[in-house]
T-cell receptor, first 114, second 109 residues
Framework: EAQVTQNPRYLITVTGKKLTVTCSQN?????MSWYRQDPGLGLRQIYY???????DKGDVPEGYKVSRKEKRNFPLILESPSPNQTSLYFC?????????????FGPGTRLTVL | GQQLNQSPQSMFIQEGEDVSMNCTSS?????WLWYKQDPGEGPVLLIA?????ELTSNGRLTAQFGITRKDSFLNISASIPSDVGIYFC?????????FGAGTRLTVKP
């Protein structure tokens, strides 16, 4: 089954404790991205990756890092999480570049930073 | 970056009623998209629009790409309980994709 998976689905952590949210897709997609969803703000892009070893900042990259060592995986790293990073995070992938009509979203990761 | 203006923010309707929501922007987009997000899930594409003036249907859903390319609307006819969720609009131009804040729809049986 074609899908985007994220882990964990839920995470409660404390300020400053490094964490990684994994994202994996099995569709051989080149383009992957991370969004955060906050009430009243919709989805905002954090980082995206056009291909392996190619990443770039989205609209709200501060406090986040990403890596793209393999085509299928695109982990989101919070080196020192803060409470304002409490949010619902979505990973998405598409065949090449950002194509809204071909973009598959993962199920989401709800992060709470205390 | 600029997000889209989506309204209304929320709607409470009776089963069987029609629903209308819209998105506006100060920027032009080449593609307009409408997604639905069920609780605990990621957004799923409902309708994609590619040309100004285009009117597209998907079952009980109808969406239009505004003539000015700065707006779009989504209509749901004869709503049913499973229509509950958050509906997002998105506009795309080249590699830039923007989302609305969402419309939360509640349908009372």
């Amino acid at each position: 089954e074609a899908q985007v998976t994220q882990n964990p689905r839920y995470l409660i952590t404390v300020t400053g404790k490094k964490l990684t949210v994994t994202c994996s897709q099995n569709m051989n997609h080149e383009y992957m991205s991370w969004y955060r969803q906050d009430p009243g703000l919709g989805l905002r892009q954090i980082y995206y990756s056009m291909n392996v070893e190619v990443t770039d900042k989205g609209d709200v990259p501060e406090g986040y890092k990403v890596s793209r060592k393999e085509k299928r995986n695109f982990p989101l790293i919070l080196e020192s999480p803060s409470p304002n990073q409490t949010s619902l995070y979505f990973c998405a992938s598409s065949l090449s570049e950002v194509r809204g009509d071909e973009q598959f979203f993962g199920p989401g990761t709800r992060l709470t930073v205390l | 970056g600029q997000q889209l203006n989506q309204s209304p923010q929320s709607m409470f309707i009776q089963e069987g009623e029609d629903v209308s929501m819209n998105c506006t922007s100060s920027s032009i987009f080449n593609t307009w998209l409408w997604y639905k997000q069920d609780p605990g899930e990621g957004p799923v594409l409902l309708i994609a629009l590619y040309k100004a003036g285009e009117l597209t249907s998907n079952g009980r859903l109808t969406a239009q790409f505004g003539i000015t390319r700065k707006d779009s609307f989504l209509n749901i006819s004869a709503s049913i309980p499973s229509d509950v969720g958050i509906y997002f609009c998105a506009g795309q131009t080249n590699n830039d994709m923007r989302f609305g804040a969402g419309t939360r729809l509640t349908v009372k049986p």
